[in-house]
């Protein structure tokens, strides 16, 4: 089945549409169009960061159609009261450092530092201190990524929706922030992306778990 997702002022371009009672999973592209096979009784779920949440039962008047369009809302965002004083100072505003200056992780300062002349460079490649630096500095991204990812997510959702059994979830979380694709996907804040990805994450860590067995 074919199909279009339509929302007034709201991108409507990567909306997750998962089938409920089969669990096939696609998104939308810029146009907001996407494919996905249905079933009369099927309950599709659209999703996405800045749209309502919408669900549509299939009847037999859509598959006669052969083209489903979807009308979503977007998302209201209620801003919160922001108080502005005197301990908004920063090193910026004090102009010690220039404003949009690149800020570092404790590992990356180390890094830099440790290379700060072509000297230091030389001695630290050579003494293999600056591997061991761009170690941590993957040690310490991959623990961030683990930490976003730990609260995307709900225990159910790994549980009913991923089928993932509850003492594995920590292993295929693991397991996630080693694929690059889904980490590009996790910095950038995309969680329909996320959703997407992590549905076929899921659906290869199975097997593997089940080859263990």
């Known amino acids: 089945m074919n199909g279009q997702v339509f929302a007034d002022s709201s991108s409507?371009?990567?909306?997750?549409v998962v089938n409920n009672a089969t669990q096939l999973t696609t998104i939308t592209d810029s146009k907001g169009l996407f494919s996905i096979v249905i079933?009369?009784?099927?309950?599709?779920?659209?999703?996405?960061?800045?749209?309502?949440?919408?669900?549509?039962?299939i009847t037999s008047s859509d598959l006669a159609l052969n083209f489903l369009p979807i009308k979503m809302k977007a998302k209201s965002i209620e801003l919160k009261e922001v108080v502005i004083n005197e301990s908004n100072i920063s090193a910026e505003s004090l102009g010690i450092i220039p404003?949009?200056?690149?800020?570092?992780?404790?590992?990356?300062?180390?890094?830099?530092?440790?290379?700060?002349?072509?000297?230091?460079a030389l001695l630290n490649a050579m003494s293999g201190r600056s591997k061991m630096?761009?170690?941590e500095i993957?040690?310490?991204?991959?623990?961030?990524m683990l930490y976003k990812i730990e609260g995307l997510f709900e225990e159910d959702y790994y549980t009913q929706r991923l089928k993932i059994p509850a003492d594995r979830i920590k292993g295929f979380q693991y397991y996630c922030i080693e694929n690059p694709e889904f980490m590009r996907t996790l910095e950038s804040?995309?969680?329909s992306m996320s959703m997407f990805l992590i549905t076929q994450l899921a659906q290869e860590y199975l097997k593997i778990i089940e080859n263990e067995d």
């Open 12 to 16: 409507v371009d990567g909306v997750a």
């Open 39 to 57: 079933r009369e009784g099927d309950v599709l779920v659209f999703s996405a960061i800045n749209l309502e949440g919408y669900k549509k039962r």
């Open 99 to 120: 404003y949009g200056q690149k800020k570092y992780t404790a590992a990356e300062r180390k890094l830099y530092t440790a290379n700060s002349t072509p000297i230091d």
């Open 133 to 135: 630096l761009k170690k």
């Open 138 to 144: 993957i040690v310490e991204k991959k623990e961030r």
């Open 189 to 191: 804040k995309n969680k």
